[in-house]
């Protein structure tokens, strides 16, 4: 046992260096391991097998195999046949089997071999085989993306072919024209009729007016058939071999539709009108369509708006008004109006002292502050400090609905002081203090912004209590607009606490699909409407009164071009000294609130008091 433990340390010393026994993993493995030799010495069969292997050294026999360890996989044994068992009487059945004369690790160096020799037999190729495992068919994946376009079968490419022979059948000479080549626009390119001007044009490249099966054929296969038809319509709306629509691109469209749709027809005695409603409907696009504010418009932001159908509505709607996403012109007159109303001296840019009676001062200053400070949008105007129709257009759409993607990402970067993509406390209250003293100056208790904090946090559910996100705040879309009225607007803030629930639902169940710019301009248009058609006999004041009958209304400027049976805006005049004007000397006017604008009458309080 002893020599057999020298000779386990002698191989152990040749193996690893002898700095070894100076590491603690060294000394914690030795006593493992002298432990594990200690337990298998205790063992009786491996007395037996050591008192054995010092015989055969002291014969001067050559050397057994080392016994297989317990955990080894065991080979079926070979019988020994009685002619070799009567030529090695001398052999003990016990004794282990000899290698065969043939060392699988001849040819290696002593050392290595002793080392491989002794491995375990677990990591042998040898002597263990992977299980054969059936392979399981692969899932067949069908192709889902085609750049170049879809390859059609020829079942599909048979019944277009029919579609283009029945169009062309029924005209004349096998000639088609504009007018009646919009039957293929729509029932063969499956585009919006609105687009079968620019359609006709890219077929008949010499500009004869007339076109042939062949050429519509051609350009079919060639151009169109391979895509679906969102992308042929971008195709026709952007230039030949553009990857992008930019405003230029939709300008022949608006021309065209000012030209031909009948629910523009009362424009066309106002050019200068038709030109504000076409730059307004180009601005509205891109507001909802380019997300990444470059002035372009990629298929991908084309596919997943609505553009496409308000298109297909357009041109089967002669209510220009019902096309509500991109299109009415109760839209665009109320967002003229709204400037016309600020832009005083009507060079078409608004300062920030004209900005900020918006609504009747409803922004705070801090708010009119950052806009004008182009933090949540840098000005198209091109003049400092100076606010241009466009940049208009995108802050009152955004403030009207504060639940688009486009609004939340406007008033988060206002809000988002540091820039950090986080709305903290301190940032809130920074915002909120105005409101405070905006409200005591109204004679009206605020609301601890402490709870205003707790509110937001039981709405939102942040990650970090206080800590608001834009994901966050997208989330729940729908609470965007309490969260930042709170902070910025006064008007809306008072509106909510004093809400009537009732009529809100009231005005929801009446018009559902309509989104809360679509509810805010149609009140606005009424309003604005039912002050004209009423301005000189309302239900407000009384038609002979002596205040109504001395306003000048020379100065009376028309706004901008108004349909047939709609009222249209005007300035009214200045209102003359009540001194001067007024038998009753001894009466003052005193001005007691601002007019409503939430629902289609508004009014405004007043009232006389004894001097």
């Not at 802050?395 to 950090?420: G, Q, R």
């Not at 805010?520 to 002050?531: D, K, P, T, V």
Request: glycine residues 4%; proline residues 7%; contains cysteine.
């Amino acid at each position: 046992t002893q020599s057999t433990w020298g000779l386990l340390k002698m191989l152990a010393t040749e193996i690893g260096p002898s700095d070894y026994s100076t590491n603690i993993r060294y000394e914690i493995a030795k006593k493992q391991m002298e432990g594990l030799f200690l337990k298998w010495v205790s063992q009786p069969s491996t007395g037996k097998l050591v008192s054995q292997l010092i015989g055969n050294i002291q014969k001067n026999e050559p050397p057994v195999n080392i016994p297989t360890p317990t955990f080894q996989p065991k080979k079926p044994s070979t019988p020994t046949s009685p002619s070799h068992a009567t030529k090695n009487p001398q052999k003990s059945p016990s004794t282990p089997p000899r290698s065969p004369t043939t060392n699988p690790l001849s040819g290696k160096s002593p050392k290595k071999q002793n080392i491989e020799a002794h491995a375990s037999p677990i990591l042998s190729p040898h002597k263990f085989h992977l299980l054969d495992v059936p392979e399981k068919p692969e899932a067949k994946i069908e192709k889902f993306f085609f750049p170049e376009g879809k390859i059609l079968s020829e079942e599909r490419k048979a019944k277009e072919n029919s579609i283009i022979a029945e169009a062309f059948a029924n005209v004349a000479n096998g000639e088609m024209n504009e007018e009646s080549f919009h039957q293929l626009t729509t029932a063969l390119f499956e585009i919006p009729k609105v687009l079968n001007k620019f359609l006709f044009k890219r077929i008949d490249i010499k500009g004869t007016g007339k076109i042939v099966k062949d050429q519509v054929s051609k350009y079919y296969a060639t151009e169109m058939q391979k895509f679906d038809s969102s992308r042929r319509t971008f195709n026709v709306l952007a230039k030949p071999g553009s990857k992008f629509i930019v405003k230029d691109d939709l300008k022949p469209l608006l021309l065209l539709l000012l030209e031909t749709h009948p629910g523009l027809d009362f424009l066309k005695a106002t050019p200068e009108f038709q030109d504000k409603y076409a730059d307004t409907v180009i601005c509205r696009i891109f507001y909802t369509l380019d997300r990444n504010e470059d002035n372009k418009i990629s298929y991908r932001e084309f596919k997943k708006s609505n553009l496409q159908e308000s298109l297909t509505k357009v041109g089967e709607e002669e209510d220009i008004n019902k096309s509500k996403d991109f299109f009415a012109y109760e839209h665009f007159y109320v967002l003229y109006c709204k400037f016309w109303e600020l832009d005083a001296d009507h060079d078409f840019l608004i300062n920030k002292d004209e900005f900020s009676k918006y609504e009747g001062h409803a922004l705070s200053k801090k708010v009119v502050d950052r806009i004008f400070d182009e933090v949540p949008r840098k000005f198209k105007s091109k003049q400092r400090d100076k606010m241009g129709y466009e940049d208009f257009i995108w802050f009152m759409l955004s403030e009207e609905d504060k639940s688009t993607n486009k609004s939340i990402e406007y008033w988060f970067s206002i809000v988002d002081l540091d820039s950090n993509g986080i709305l903290g406390p301190y940032e809130m209250e920074y915002f909120y203090e105005e409101q405070v003293h905006r409200l005591e100056s109204l004679n009206r208790e605020p609301i601890l912004f402490k709870d205003i904090l707790c509110q937001m946090n039981d709405v939102f559910t942040p990650e970090k209590e206080g800590n608001f996100t834009l994901e966050g705040l997208k989330k729940k879309r729908e609470y965007a607009g309490i969260f930042f009225n709170s902070l910025v607007s006064l008007n809306k803030f008072i509106d909510f606490e004093q809400r009537d629930i009732f009529a809100i639902k009231h005005e929801i169940a009446e018009n559902p699909s309509f989104s809360e710019w679509d509810r805010f301009a149609q009140n606005e248009y009424l309003r604005l409407a039912y002050e004209e058609e009423n301005k000189e006999d309302s239900d407000v004041f009384d038609a002979n009164d002596p205040w109504e009958e001395e306003i000048d209304e020379s100065h009376e400027e028309t706004a901008p071009g108004t349909a047939p049976g709609t009222a249209s805006v005007k300035s009214p005049g200045p209102m003359p000294d009540a001194k001067q004007s007024s038998p009753h000397t001894d009466l003052s006017l005193i001005h007691i609130s601002e007019p409503t604008r939430r629902y289609a009458i508004s009014y405004a309080v007043f009232c006389l008091k004894k001097k």
